[in-house]
């Protein structure tokens, strides 16, 4: 079992960045796969970011390609979230996940076993 703990949320005006990190429990952090998800308020759940547990392949959501990147220090047990360009429409509570199967079904949130409790990003216009 995995506890994940995320961080870096808050308060940015357009155009800036923020970064987020989740910090893993645990000496398995390198057998996981780990994605980045977020939820806007009366919204379900959407995909943004996942890595493999290498971190040599990164996917993304089109919303995000360009403007946001994902990387992961295993040695540090932690994966990041790097913000750019943020937008408005980026406002929402984003939630780290964790993924321990084999086949890397990535942007499923019902596919990943543990989940952060999640950390608030505001983007004012």
């Known amino acids: 079992q995995v506890q994940l703990v995320e961080s870096g949320g808050g308060l940015v005006q357009a155009g800036g960045s923020l970064r987020l990190s989740c910090a893993a429990s645990g000496r398995t952090f390198s057998r996981y796969a780990m994605g980045w998800f977020l939820q806007a308020p009366g919204k379900e759940r959407e995909f943004v970011a996942a890595?493999?547990?290498?971190?040599?392949?990164?996917y993304y959501a089109d919303s995000v390609k360009g403007r946001f990147a994902i990387f992961r220090d295993n040695a540090k047990n932690t994966v990041y979230l790097q913000m750019n360009s943020l937008k408005p429409e980026d406002t929402a509570v984003y939630y780290c996940a964790a993924y321990s199967r084999g086949a890397f079904y990535y942007s499923d949130p019902s596919e990943y076993d543990y989940w952060g409790r999640g950390t608030q990003v505001t983007v004012s216009s």
């Open positions: 890595i493999t547990r290498s971190g040599s392949t990164t």
